[in-house]
């Protein structure tokens, strides 16, 4: 403030909206956000398994605050902090999932969101009068060209594969090649969860939330029929502790460096079965119905891999026509 008038008319304002507050009953101006928290997982129905980590960062960094002191400045620093890897350790990062440190638009748009829907339910409560993550927008997605592996990489890498002391690291990169699946599905995934009739892997939970069947090419059908089990089981399971998922990481790293690839991470094994996909045919929305997106607003940094194959196609073709 520039003159102290203003300061003082400012302040008996905003004391004068805490006394109406008080007046009307509104627990907001008392009820930390750690508080409503608490109630609000008590109220919550959802699936997503990724919503309580959230809400725990959210507890860290915000707890303490009064629900009316939380405005939309206040919100967007948080999340300008997120997105800068500015978080101080042990704010719920890493109790969900090992969060990166430079989380993307995506991620920050996902912590945005749990927010949101905790101040929802608190103005549904009567405990503040609006929602100030309403007026903070979403980050822009960098739908920029996704890591995919060419002919001769994917060549290349199920050769390494084949060659892995581990030998079920062929299947799993198959599967995830040919199925999207994400690392998490893969790992969790179960025999009983594969219909070997129907061709698809019934995934109970997922990141979203929502179960959702996926199709398994017989490519990779085939190969998991050979070494087939009966039961429950994990279908990737540690050696020593078969109730729990095999940690690959080291294998994947070795055959990465055999295939001589750069610059691939596991989950782009995911980036390469949607654009394989879409550059054969498969519409946006049917490719987004396999990958367990919500919407295909996600799946939309794939459309230039389809407009540049039919453009690659109708080079060739014309080519040949004319004689060119």
Known sequence: FTRKTDA???????????????????????????????????????????QA?????????????????????????????????????????????????????????????????????????????????????TKALNNKIVRYLSDTERQDLLAACRQSSWKPLYRLVLLAMTTGMRKAELMNLRWSDIDFTRSVAMLATTKNGEPRHCPIPS?????????????????????????????????WAKAINV???????????????ASYMVMNGMSLYETATVLGHKDTQTTTRYAHLSTEHIASLTEKAMSIVLGQ
């Open 8 to 50: 003082r008319t400012w302040a008996k304002r905003i004391e004068a909206d805490f006394e109406l507050m008080e007046a009307l009953g509104c627990k907001g101006s008392s009820l930390t956000l750690s508080q409503l928290a608490d109630e609000y997982l008590d109220d919550w129905s959802g699936k997503d398994a990724n």
């Open 53 to 137: 980590p959230r809400v725990a960062f959210w507890v860290t960094v915000l707890g303490h605050y009064n629900l009316v002191d939380i405005t939309a400045t206040v919100v967007r620093e948080s999340l300008e902090a997120l997105g800068k890897g500015s978080c101080k350790r042990g704010d719920g990062l890493g109790r969900a999932k090992n969060l990166d440190r430079n989380p993307s638009p995506a991620t920050i748009n996902r912590y945005r969101a749990v927010l949101s829907s905790m101040l929802k339910y608190a103005v549904s409560q009567g405990y503040i009068t609006s929602n100030p993550v309403a007026k903070v927008p």
């Open 259 to 273: 295939a001589g690839i750069k610059g691939f991470r596991f989950h782009d094994l995911r980036h390469t079965a």
């Open 219 to 251: 490519i990779a059908l085939d190969e998991f029929k050979m070494v087939r089990q009966v039961g429950d089981g994990l279908v990737f399971p540690s050696k020593k502790i078969p109730t729990k998922p095999f940690e690959f990481r080291k294998h």
